[in-house]
C-alpha cells in the first residue's frame, strides 16, 4: 500500500507541469478511448449484472450499476465537458499590495492524491478520474465489489490514454486492495493522500468518517424532502412531485418524503395519491394523512430512511413553520424544495433551511454536477467545509500564497 501510494504522489508532480491545452488533449481521448471501448466495458459490465442477479441486488442497485451504449455515450460526454470548463488551476483568486509593499496573490492549486470509494455507480469512474485529471490531482479510485469488471475495464481504458501520452499511470489508479483492510489502510495514510471523498451507504460514511486520519469530505445519504405549501400552483406540485420520487428512486436527489401544508391537505393529498398509484409507488403517511388518503403508517424510523426505492412518505405539517422543523429534525443537508407561488413564504424557506441546495418551485432532482453546469462531479457534499453540494471542479483545488517582496523585512 505505501510503495503504490508513493507512486501516485510521485506522479503528482508530472501532472503538474502540464499545462491546461495538455489536459483538454489527453480528456478528450479518454473520451474517445471509451466510445472505442463500448463493446469490451458492455462485456465486462454485463459479468457485474449477473453478479448482481444472482446476489439478489434490489432494482435501483442494479439501476446504477447497469451499462448500455448510451450510459457510455454519456460518460464520454461529461469527460468532453470537463475538457471544456475553464482551467482551475493557477487562477489568482485575489490579489493585493500591503502596507510594507507586498505583493500578494491568492492562487488556486490542486489538492495533491485523492482517495474516492464509492459504491454500485461505474460512470462514477470516469468522472471523478477525469475531474481530478483536469484539476492536477492524482486519484485513488475504490469502488464497489459488484461493480468491479466494469470499473476494471473503464480504468483500464483512461490508463491506456495515459501509457499513449507517456504520462504515468499512477495519475489514474484502483486501489490494488479492494477489501474492508485495504480501505481502513488508505484512510489512516494521511503522509500520501490529502483528501477521502466516501460516497456510498450510511455504514460506510459512518466508518470513514470515524476512522480517517485524512480530511473527509462527505457525500452522505440524501434525505430530501418536497413541502407543498397552501399557495402553491398544484399543477406545479404534481409534477415536481413525481419527478423528485419516480424519475430515478435510486439516486441520492430523489425525494423521500412529500410535507403538505395542512391548509390545503384534503383538496391536494387526492390529486397526489392518484398520481403517485399510476406510477406504483408505494405511501406511507402520518395520521393525518390517513385520515384523507389510504395509506400505511409512516414511523419516525420511516421519515429517517433513505429507501432509494420507489416507496414515499407523506406528512401534513402546519405550514411552513411546520415544513422546516420537520426538516430540521429528519434532513441530512442535501436538498430540500419548497413549491409556492408566495414569494415571502419562498425567501423564509430558503433561509431557514441548512442544506446544500434550496429549491423554490423546481426538483431536487437537479442536484446534481452536469446540471448544474459542473460536467460532473465528485460526489454531492453534504459537509459545510471545504465544498458543499455538488462538488466539481473548484471543490478539488485549494489555494496558496503568492508573495512578492523586494528587501522588506519584519
Known amino acids: 500500500m505505501e510503495k503504490f501510494l508513493q507512486e501516485a504522489k510521485a506522479s503528482s508532480r508530472v501532472l503538474a507541469s502540464l499545462s491546461g491545452a495538455e489536459k483538454n488533449r489527453v480528456l478528450r481521448e479518454m473520451a474517445a478511448g471509451l466510445r472505442e471501448n463500448t463493446r469490451e466495458i458492455l462485456s465486462e459490465n454485463a459479468k457485474d449484472m449477473v453478479a448482481a442477479e444472482e446476489n439478489k441486488l434490489d432494482a435501483a442497485l442494479k439501476d446504477r450499476l447497469f451499462l448500455d451504449e448510451k ?20 487562477r489568482v483568486l485575489e490579489g493585493w499590495v500591503t502596507e510594507d509593499g507586498l505583493k500578494i496573490e491568492k492562487v488556486s492549486i490542486p489538492i495533491g492524491v485523492i482517495g474516492i470509494i464509492y459504491e454500485s455507480r461505474p460512470n462514477v469512474t470516469s468522472d471523478t478520474a477525469a475531474l481530478c485529471f483536469k484539476s492536477a490531482n492524482v486519484c485513488v479510485l475504490k469502488g464497489g465489489k459488484e461493480a468491479e469488471h466494469s470499473n476494471v475495464v473503464i480504468a483500464k481504458t483512461l490508463k491506456k490514454t495515459l501509457r499513449d501520452n507517456n504520462l504515468p499511470e499512477a495519475l489514474i489508479s484502483l486501489l490494488p486492495d479492494a477489501s474492508r483492510e485495504g480501505v481502513a489502510k488508505l484512510i489512516k495514510m494521511d503522509k500520501y493522500v490529502d483528501l477521502i471523498v466516501p460516497r456510498g451507504g450510511a455504514g460506510l460514511i ?9 480530511p473527509v469530505v462527505k457525500h452522505d445519504k440524501g434525505q430530501c424532502h418536497t413541502f407543498i405549501d397552501k399557495d402553491a400552483d398544484l399543477g406545479k406540485a404534481l409534477s415536481i412531485a413525481i419527478n423528485a420520487k419516480v424519475d ?3 439516486v441520492c436527489n430523489a425525494m423521500e418524503t412529500l410535507l403538505v401544508d395542512k391548509a390545503t391537505a384534503a383538496q391536494t393529498l387526492p390529486k397526489l395519491k392518484m398520481a403517485f398509484d399510476e406510477t406504483m409507488t408505494a405511501l406511507k403517511g402520518c395520521d393525518a394523512t390517513q385520515e384523507i388518503i389510504d395509506v ?6 420511516d421519515y429517517d430512511t433513505e429507501y432509494l426505492a420507489n416507496i414515499l412518505n407523506i406528512k401534513v405539517v402546519d405550514g411552513v413553520d411546520g415544513a422546516i422543523e420537520h426538516i430540521v429534525r429528519f434532513g441530512s443537508g442535501h ?8 414569494y415571502t413564504t419562498a425567501e423564509l424557506f430558503l433561509n431557514a433551511i441548512d442544506a446544500a441546495a434550496v429549491y423554490v418551485n423546481a426538483s431536487t432532482r437537479f ?16 459537509n459545510k467545509l471545504h465544498a458543499r453540494g455538488p462538488m466539481g471542479i473548484e471543490g478539488l483545488t485549494t489555494y496558496k500564497f503568492k508573495v512578492y517582496g523586494n528587501g522588506q523585512i519584519r
Open 71 to 90: 450510459r457510455i455515450d454519456a460518460m464520454a460526454v461529461a469527460i468532453e465537458e470537463i475538457a471544456a470548463l475553464k482551467e482551475p488551476v493557477g
Open 206 to 214: 459512518r466508518y470513514v468518517s470515524e476512522n480517517s486520519t485524512v
Open 248 to 250: 430515478r428512486p435510486g
Open 296 to 301: 400505511t403508517h409512516a414511523t419516525d424510523e
Open 335 to 342: 436538498s430540500e424544495a419548497i413549491v409556492t407561488e408566495n
Open 367 to 382: 442536484t446534481d454536477g452536469g446540471a448544474f453546469g459542473f460536467g460532473a462531479e465528485v460526489g454531492i457534499s453534504t
